[in-house]
């Protein structure tokens, strides 16, 4: 007969081993108050679309052993969060590029591209080119720094600037689809409390 003590050590076990299932207030917490819209301009930017999956930018972004043609591309993975990051090759006369793609529950959810070392006709030329895609900016946020498209509480993009030198500069575009966006930074905080 096997003694009590090893049969409640091994439930102890069992239960250990057993991976940690959130509440249902915390499950509905983890999923997006909203679903990515199917149609609107501020779905695509450059060759990314809000939505994607994993497998979509993995053949976008071909790199066998991270690299790829022209690019480098590094995986951080957190269970249901998954950042896919492209650093470009830099090109004479050209910003170094980085753009980051945050992915949520095989989604993409979040992408911010980075430009260091702009000179001020790059950084003009980069907004006059969001401008002629996107239509006026909803709002400037920042005088001479960053403007808006979108609701920044469902689907927005922005660009920042920072101007602190005509020939050297650093830009951004964020594209995010919030609730997606805020659901993935839920699930890494609980990731996280629970030491994941």
């Known amino acids: 007969m096997i003694p009590r003590a090893l049969i409640l050590l091994a439930c102890a076990a069992l239960l250990c081993a057993c991976p940690h299932k ?3 207030d915390l499950a509905q917490h983890l999923q997006p108050t909203a679903t990515i819209p199917q149609s ?14 994993n497998l979509e930018v993995a053949q976008k972004f071909n790199a066998p052993s991270g690299k790829g043609k022209g690019f480098k591309r590094g995986v951080e993975d957190y269970g249901d969060v998954r950042n896919q990051i492209i650093d470009f090759d830099p ?20 992408l911010v591209d980075r430009r260091d070392h702009l000179s001020g006709k790059q950084a003009a030329e980069w907004l006059a080119a969001l401008k002629k895609t996107y ?9 001479g720094a ?15 600037q920072d ?4 020939s050297d500069m650093t830009a951004t575009v964020v594209l995010e689809h919030k609730p997606t966006a805020d659901a993935a930074e839920n699930y890494l905080h609980y990731r996280a409390s629970k030491g994941q």
């Open 163 to 166: 101007n602190r030198s005509p």
């Open 135 to 143: 239509g006026a900016p909803k709002a400037e946020t920042l005088p």
């Open 22 to 24: 959130p509440s249902d």
């Open 146 to 160: 960053e403007w808006l498209w979108g609701d920044p509480q469902e689907l927005s993009l922005t660009y920042t």
């Open 40 to 53: 609107s301009p501020l779905l695509t930017y450059d060759s990314f679309h809000l939505g994607m999956s």
């Open 91 to 110: 090109l004479k006369g050209q910003p170094m590029r980085r753009v980051v793609l945050r992915l949520y529950q095989d989604k993409l959810a979040k």
